[in-house]
């Protein structure tokens, strides 16, 4: 059985929750339980703060985890990064009083900055060749400056507004994080095994995300232009109308190459478009 660590609660915790869910692996959570034993895959969940779980998975007591990259590294624990899962994308940045001007990192020379992330500061000042006194606190950084404790300092970003509503600016970004998931790294063939197999079941989860499914009509003099543009997973299907002279195309279209394609589909000669979600799509 393979033994899982997610975020109890905070901000990985439900999309990890929605992930094994996607991934039609079933478990109970939000119970106040620490622990739960998937009904229909072999694998026990750990639900912990997600500073400790780099720990856990590098002393073996769970084979997986689920962290922010930017707690991965700035803990630098030996795990193996298995894959990268694309939510909780959020950067580590540098920010000083609105006020302040900023005529670049070596403005921080001998200066006070407060942060939770000392490793990963302390690493990217030394490449920068800035020395600089860092503090380092575990929450509520943000107040640092206006409580005089620091004159700048080193947070996670997402929208920014945090920092606003404490009259930060932001000027440097250090880090860009995205949650990931971890493994110790000395797994047995038996648990690399479950291993693959999720890992399988999540690339397909992901794919469909970033896929769509497209049925349209098009007269048939119309087809090769809409048919080159719509490649799908081999190639289209396409299948007569009762309508002489129309068909049916199917196909499948990534999210990215979406209104760019159906602009120039639509203007080939397209009618009845729909879009649906893919749920699975499995290579
Ligand atoms: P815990 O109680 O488990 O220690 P925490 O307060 O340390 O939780 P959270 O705020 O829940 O941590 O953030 C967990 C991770 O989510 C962070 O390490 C980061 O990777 C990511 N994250 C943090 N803030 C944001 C945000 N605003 N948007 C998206 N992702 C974020
Ligand atoms: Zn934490």
């Known amino acids: ?31 106040g339980k620490l622990k739960s034993v998937s009904s229909n895959f072999p694998a026990e969940f750990l639900f912990l703060r997600d500073d400790d779980i780099p720990g856990y998975v590098e002393d073996g007591v769970a084979d997986l985890g689920i962290v922010g990259e930017n707690v991965a590294v700035e803990t630098g624990r030996p795990v193996q990064t298995v894959h990268k899962l694309g939510f909780s994308k959020c950067r580590l940045s540098i920010a000083i009083p609105r006020g302040t001007n900023w005529g670049g990192i070596q403005d921080l020379q001998g200066k006070n900055i407060a942060t939770s992330y000392p490793n990963l500061l302390g690493n990217y000042l030394a490449e920068q060749g800035v020395q600089a006194d860092i503090h380092e606190i575990s929450g509520s950084v943000e107040i640092a400056p206006s409580i005089g404790l ?34 110790n790294s000395a ?13 399988f079941r999540i690339k397909s989860v992901q794919a469909a995300k970033n896929s769509k499914y497209i049925v349209l009509n098009a007269p048939n003099q119309a087809l090769p232009q809409i048919t080159a543009l719509l490649p799908g997973m081999r ?3 396409v299948t007569p109308l009762a309508t002489e002279g129309w068909s049916s195309v199917h ?20 009618e ?3 879009v649906i979600p893919i749920e699975k799509m499995i290579y």
């Open 187 to 199: 797994l047995d063939a038996e648990k690399q095994a479950l291993v693959d197999k999720l890992l």
């Open 150 to 183: 620091a004159e700048a300092v080193c947070d996670i970003v997402s929208s920014g507004s945090t920092l606003l509503s404490n009259g930060l600016k932001e000027v440097e970004t250090i880090f860009r994080s995205e949650a990931i998931l971890i493994a």
């Open 272 to 274: 009845g478009i729909l």
């Open 1 to 31: 059985m393979l033994r899982i660590a997610l975020q109890k609660s905070g901000r990985l915790s439900e999309d990890s929750y929605q992930l094994f869910k996607e991934c039609g692996i079933r478990f109970d959570y939000g119970t």
């Open 235 to 237: 190639s289209p299907t």
């Open 251 to 270: 196909s499948v279209l990534n999210e990215n190459d979406f209104w760019e394609n159906i602009e120039a589909i639509r203007a080939a000669g397209a």
